[in-house]
């Protein structure tokens, strides 16, 4: 009999939490072919999420938690559910009820046909804001190309991964976690399940638009180097440039004499090459900070509790 892990991040979930542990068992209970076995990762949440996982934990034996200290993210609650997990194949999936259970048996089929991962895919983004779907739009098509790994738009982390994949993911070192990218680094054959946008009934969306944004910027940095070319290529393009200028001004001092207007363009010239800098800088600074954070090597979770014992990595 196949094991199967259902990995599923918590932050601040009380309201949602036993009915979505409700509503995914039914769903198990039709598949008797496979033993499920639910990881809830508690993020940290200061709510009554970890008094209710413990309670679910106690009165069912498959349900294991794991507690965190503090509020570490999503990207680090998943992390440490891939950790802990043994099985045979470990889903991934909110805990919010967007990600539907009914597709469960689904993505078993998925990868019973042989594939290594069987992801969902959303067809519609109703009841999102526009202007939100109009930046999700942009920055997959901007980071599709520039980094060297091609992450579907509207793919979202609800997934089931075989073994070696999870393996290969969780042999992925570094700190700063963008799973999304991971996902697509790591390969295997995916098999992508299109799903109508479910709305959050229950809770509260944790991610605000600014906490978006880093996310989103994190993901370019941790998956491309070509800012950097970009700020090499600016670098040498105003080199260039400045080369030209530079001789067409002496042969016009040379012939002409010391022409002495001319305030504007140094101010343009000084302005113009400051943003440059400026914005090189910056772009440095993003790719330091990352080789600062990933140099410290600090641990990317710590569980303050769990009734998960020696099955720890
Ligand atoms: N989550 C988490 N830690 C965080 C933020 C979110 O574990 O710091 C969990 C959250 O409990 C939920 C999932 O990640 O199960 C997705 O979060 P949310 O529904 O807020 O994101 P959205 O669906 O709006 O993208
Ligand atoms: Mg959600």
Known sequence: MKTIDIVVPCYNEEEVLETFYRETSRVLDSLDSYLFR?????????DQTAVI???????????????????FGKEAAMYAGLRYSVGDYVIVMDADLQHPPAMIPDMLAGVAEGYDCCAARRVSREGESRIRSWFSRMYYKLSNQMTDVQMPQNA?????????????????????????????WVGFETKWLP??????????????FWKLFKYALNGITSFSISPLRF??????????????????????????????PGYVTTLCAVLF????????????????????????????FIVRQTNLGNEEK
């Open 38 to 46: 639910f990881i809830f990762v508690d993020d940290g949440s200061s």
């Open 53 to 71: 996982m413990k309670r679910l934990a106690r009165e069912h034996d498959e349900v294991k938690y794991v507690s965190f200290s503090r509020n």
């Open 156 to 184: 979202v982390d609800y997934r089931i991964m075989s073994r070696g994949m999870v393996e290969a993911i969780l042999s992925m070192a570094e700190v700063e976690r963008f799973s999304k990218g991971i996902f697509a």
């Open 195 to 208: 799903y109508e946008n479910v709305e959050r009934t229950m809770g509260t969306t944790k991610w605000s």
């Open 231 to 260: 700020v090499a290529g600016m670098g040498f393009l105003i080199f260039g440039f400045a080369c030209l200028y530079i001789m067409v001004t002496l042969v016009q001092t040379l012939l002409f004499g010391i022409a002495v």
């Open 273 to 300: 090459l400051g943003g440059i800098i400026e914005l090189s800088v910056g772009i440095l600074g993003e790719y330091i900070a990352h080789i600062y954070l990933e140099a410290k090597d600090r641990p990317v």
